[in-house]
């Protein structure tokens, strides 16, 4: 059962509560560079990027945000770290959420200025607590007399190692997060997501399982610093994985170190494999063996590259083998079974029409136009 929280307005997405669980990238340009940004999120978003977030690390990104909001449809989020009044200026340009660091900026007074005009304009916060820069051992909402060379945050123990009653970096970043809640919380401001972020599996897992059943605010999962497309994605999906399935996290965002777009389509994918999400086409195929008369790899990748051209929500099998292929893959609403110079096109498991090798891609396509979405 997914977990019941509260619901919060990004520009017209809302999050949490019984709406879907939506996918994020953040931009990977110059944020000040207004063309080049505003063409990477048109990008994501053709690809199904539902919320983007842009960093602000001076003036000059805080300022371009107001041309970028005039340019593109879906909800922005302002990246914040260490300096307040990119907060007030981000807001003051339209956007629709900020982020927070409660690790780099830990001035109360500071923040408060910040929740005051997020109040004015109902612009959500989202608070980022990030494993990276987790405020010193002892110096949570603290701003003098701590050196962040000397935080000890490296010499707690993860999720894995805890024994006993000792302090781990999965309590200390919680106490970072119900430090921030409980500021915003006292300025009668409730507009509020939460996200808990480690690379370290074990220790995000942990981290959101528990303040899940502290707070009543929506979550946003990620793994922060995942790594490359491929091993990024894997970890990734183990740990958001868990958390979606045991009913945790209202949206999310795959952190890779690669294009942005694949960023949404991991994400999309991990949601599709929970049955969290039927948005595009889920391809459905075989890993191939000694039985296959045709490339399988091959097969499924050109399927895969032309099922980028539609938006239905249909599933679509690729099989190597025409004897046991379309029974394998009954569930699918179609699918194709390659054999020797020939093809089998077949729906639900039925078989409709048999095809010559050359023609096989295109009467796939033919059949998936003629199919209505599953959903």
């Given amino acids: 059962m997914r977990r019941n929280t509260s619901v919060v307005s990004v520009g017209n997405v809302k999050v949490g509560g019984n709406n879907d669980i ?84 830990r001035d109360s007074e500071q923040i408060k200025d910040v929740v005051k005009i997020a109040k004015e304009r109902s612009i959500p916060i989202r608070i980022g607590v990030n494993f990276g820069s987790l405020p010193p051992v002892g110096g949570i909402g603290k701003t003098k007399g701590f050196s962040r060379h000397m935080d000890m945050v490296n010499t707690l123990p993860k999720a894995s190692e805890i024994t006993n009653d000792t302090y781990s970096v999965v309590d200390h970043m919680i106490a970072t997060a119900l430090w921030e809640i409980s500021l915003l919380e006292q300025m009668d ?25 502290l707070v009543p605010y929506p979550f946003h999962l990620g793994i922060t610093e995942a790594g490359t497309a491929f091993a990024g994605s ?74 980028k051209k539609t938006d239905k929500n249909i599933k679509v099998a690729v099989m190597g083998c025409e004897v046991n292929g379309p029974g394998e893959a009954k569930d699918a609403d179609i699918g194709i079974a390659a054999g020797a110079g020939r093809a089998i096109i077949f729906k639900k498991g039925e078989k409709v029409k048999v095809v010559p090798e050359e023609n096989m891609l295109a009467a796939l396509m033919e059949e998936i136009e003629n199919t209505p979405s599953s959903v």
């Fill in 234 to 307: 894997i970890r990734t999906a183990v740990g958001l994985g868990v958390l979606l399935y045991e009913g945790i996290g209202d949206t999310i965002r795959v952190s890779l170190s690669d294009d942005p777009v694949k960023e949404v389509e991991a994400g999309f994918e991990i949601l599709k494999s929970l049955n969290l999400r039927n948005k595009g086409t889920t391809l459905v195929a075989c890993p191939s063996c000694g039985r296959a008369d045709v490339d399988v790899r091959k097969l499924a990748n050109d399927v895969d590259q032309l099922l």
């Fill in 22 to 105: 939506t996918v994020q990238s953040m931009t990977k340009t110059n944020t000040s560079d207004v063309n080049a940004t505003v063409k990477q999120i048109k990008d994501l978003e053709e690809a199904g990027c539902e919320i983007i977030r842009c960093a602000v690390p001076d003036m000059a990104a805080a300022e371009a945000l107001k041309s970028i909001k005039q340019q593109v449809s879906i909800p922005v989020i302002a990246d914040i770290h260490f300096h307040y009044k990119l907060a007030i200026e981000a807001a003051r340009n339209g956007v629709d959420c900020l982020r927070l660091n409660p690790g780099n900026l």
């Fill in 189 to 213: 401001f409730d507009d509020i997501k939460i996200s808990l972020k480690a690379f370290d599996v074990p220790t995000t897992i942990e981290s959101y399982r528990r303040l899940a059943k």
